[in-house]
C-alpha cells in the first residue's frame, strides 16, 4: 500500500484541491483509495463527504482500536457495489475535535496513525493520501512520520 502526504505549512497553496483531485482519479483508474483528511479547515471531508466510512479522524488518532472495526466494517459493506455508487474512495473525515490534539505529541499520533494505515491495508485499500494542516502542529508532523 501507497501512502502520500499532501503537506506545506503554508496555507492556499492547492493541498486540498490536489488531494482531491488525485482521489478521484485514482479511484476512476480502479484504484481503492483511502482519504484520511486530518486538516480541521475540513475541506476534503466537505467534497468527499459521501464517501465517509463513519470514523471520524481525531477518533482515529485517539482510539485506533475501536476506529478499526468501524473503518472494516464500512469498507467491507461497500465493495462488490457498482462504481458509480462506491467510487472506491473511502474517506476518514476531518471533525473540529482535531484542534484538541494539537498538544498531543507527534510519536504518539503517529503511532496511532499507523495503526489506522495497518487495517487499511488489510481492507484490501491501495493508497492513502492524507491532506494536513497549514501548520507544523503534531498531526501535520503525524502523517509525514507514517510515510
Not at 15 to 42: C, N, P, R, S, Y
Not at 87 to 97: P, R, V
Not at 100 to 109: E, F, N, Q
Amino acid at each position: 500500500m501507497k501512502t502520500l502526504v499532501c503537506a506545506n505549512q503554508k496555507g492556499g497553496v492547492g493541498k486540498t484541491t490536489i488531494l482531491v483531485h488525485m482521489a478521484f482519479f485514482l479511484a476512476e483508474q480502479g484504484k481503492m483509495t483511502a482519504v484520511i483528511d486530518v486538516d480541521h479547515q475540513m475541506n476534503a471531508s466537505f467534497t468527499l463527504s459521501k464517501y465517509s466510512v463513519g470514523v471520524s479522524a481525531s477518533k482515529a488518532f485517539t482510539e485506533p482500536d475501536s476506529s478499526k472495526e468501524k473503518i472494516s466494517k464500512a469498507i467491507e459493506s461497500r465493495k462488490g457495489k457498482s462504481e458509480s455508487e462506491n467510487h472506491n474512495i473511502y474517506l476518514i473525515e476531518a471533525d473540529a475535535a482535531l484542534l484538541s490534539l494539537d498538544d498531543v505529541k507527534a510519536d504518539h499520533l503517529a503511532k496511532n496513525l499507523a495503526t489506522i494505515l495497518k487495517t487499511l491495508e488489510e481492507c484490501g485499500i491501495e493508497i492513502v493520501l492524507i491532506d494536513t494542516p497549514p501548520a507544523l502542529v503534531s498531526r501535520f508532523a503525524a502523517a509525514l512520520m507514517v510515510v
